[in-house]
């Protein structure tokens, strides 16, 4: 079985980049691969220059953060951070100075005694990466680290990992399957699917101009509608009309929920009537499901504190042409 | 109603496995020398008599075995037993790392290999040990004592151990690997400490075990190696006397103590 398949990735030092894709779709091998808990049928590994595809886990210059923490359960909290330290064979107080350093760096000062089972998750989850920093790897692996947290312990955290990786300057690889940490912690964004990478690009390039369909499902909320070019020209299902450069007969028109909108704006843009079918208030905005005649669901998203959309009630919507993104690709 | 019967079956049920026991206990105590199953008074006689007070010589008491003859079989049984469960605890904890931890081809066939000792009837073990010897020309000792029960007491261990490593994960010793250790290192400091309740569960195990084993002993003990198990036997074909209760109940204690310092260590690791 074919895990990865031509996968290619390279970093820069002191970059954060995500792998992100659905489970099952190598994300993790990938991380084994570099970390050295899975070997290469093809291929090599290369860290700082130096191939490190032969040598075991143990020598390689790189930590993880595991999923589960793997803390170890009969140590305390000094002697998990200081393990690499204690095995590299550094004398106590170098490893008593390391280790409240980063203790202060995750935000556990003072914590050294303590046993891991009476920690919380998120004191667990920085013991974590207090460990997997102590010993200066060159490279930080996460796999999926904050998956166990609640969403508010996340989002700190997310800030929080950024900013250590800002301070300390060295690279993140990081894998998680929730696109919106993803989206906001990194530098680049590698789109896995089926052992493939999909797309390797920054979180903006990514979300706005998707190279295959596959990216632009999974990250965000996206309309697809088939479109048909012709001299220049892409044209809708229903007769609209607007103007690619895209050299193919057929493609597939990206439409953000959120480039929809109630305002009819200037200049060339493409206009979507039907009946609401669904709509939900999330805060800031009403998430509209819009049935239309020629392109059956449409999803927008509406700033709220206009007057509130009705179930059954007709509705137009407009999407300004200019920024419009044609996607190479027939969805099926 | 229902319940109630259901509280009797229970109570029954419970007074059908502990009686036997009790009454062993019971009856170690019974100063009637001619018939053990009639009350005649409390006495410490008997196991004045397993420790070596002279009483009072008379009809039912002249053909007692020695003391003598008996610390020399607890002592055998005693070497026995440690030197079995050491040995079984190494190989089986051995065994079973490899198999949990090492991929292999037919692993999964070891793994049964590993249990069918366990359930393989002790005399069939017991006549196969003995043709073995003889064929290789091995001279009954207890030498042969400690090689016969360690081939069955290695999956007692192998099973204990085995159910821990099944319960460590292995990302506690990918971590310790991924921080540097050597997979000697990552032995003795994760995976080591993580089965150690195990193994010391199996150790005891196996140590129980040896101490009780008859059927298997008695075909490879030979002449002049008599454990404890073997001495009562003999003892009981010459008629069922009131010490042999007192031996009983003391070897119980022993098992409840070794079992109960058992529970009490795992225990306490595990929190």
Redesign the interface.
Known sequence: MTALDGVSLKLASAEFVTLLGPSGCGKTTLLRCI???ETLDAGDVLIDGAAVTQM????RP???V???Y???N?MSVARNVG??LE??GNDKATIRTRVSEMLELVGLEGMEKRSVSQLSGGQQQRVALA??LA?KPKLLLLDEPLSALDKNLRQKMQQELKAIQRELGIGFVFVTHDQEEALTMSDRIAVLAHGRIQQIDVPSVLYESPANLFTADFLGESNLLPVAIDGGQASLADGQSFATTCASRQATLLLRPEALGLAKPEGPKLSFSGRIAETYYSGKDHQITLETAAFGTVRALIRSGATAPEVGADLTLHAPASGLHLIDEVAE | MLRRLLSLYGLLFFVFIYAPILLVVAYSFNANTLNMMVWSGFTFDWYRQIFGYETAITDSTSYVDSSAQLYAAIRTSLTVALSTSVFASVFGTALALAVARFRFRLAGFYRTLMMVPMIMPDIVLGIALLIFFITIGMNLSIMTIIIGQSTFLISYVFVTVSARLADLDTSFEEASADLGATPMQTFRKVTLPGIAPGILGGWLLAFIISMDDLVITYFVAGTGNTTLPIHIWGMLRRGIKPEINAIATLMLLFTIVIAGVGLYLRSRRTK
Do not use: E
């Not at chain 1, 075991?56 to 020598?59: E, L, Y």
């Open positions: 970390s050295g808990f075991p886990a143990h020598r790189v930590n993880t595991f999923q589960r793997a803390l170890f009969h393990y690499a095995i590299a460990r997997a010993g």
